[in-house]
Nanobody
């Protein structure tokens, strides 16, 4: 069972990036898929989450609401995080994660984690 995050990089403030999380090894139809981030010296922060089924209900963290959009591609078994209007404070390692039968902001509920991808936003 694996989650593979990709798409990170260096971007100027105001720019955009699209992160992807490829899921493999099992059927994720019962899972809530989440994105979290962690900046140096800070706690892990909830970014966004989406239900794999059931209309794709979404949750967003307050600091990214209206700028980030989470989506899922059932054919490719991939979850995307479109990040627009990026700010220097968005700089962090971004992780994707999966929680069985849950859609939640609580990182403790997620039992499968990807390896993380670095996003750096320059001012």
């Amino acid at each position: 069972v694996q989650l593979q995050a990709s798409g990170g990089g260096l971007v100027q403030a105001g720019g955009s990036l699209r992160l992807s999380c490829a899921a493999s090894g099992r059927t994720f139809s019962r899972y809530g898929m989440g994105w979290f981030r962690q900046a140096p010296g800070k706690e892990r922060e909830f970014v966004a989450a989406i239900r794999w089924t059931g209309g794709g209900i979404r949750l967003y963290g307050e600091s990214v609401k209206d700028r980030f959009t989470v989506s899922r591609d059932k054919v490719e078994n991939t979850v995307h995080l479109q990040m627009n209007s990026l700010k220097p404070e968005d700089t962090a390692v971004y992780y994707c994660a999966a929680a069985l039968d849950r859609l939640t902001r609580n990182a403790m509920a997620y039992d499968i984690w990807g390896q993380g991808t670095q996003v750096t936003v320059s001012s």
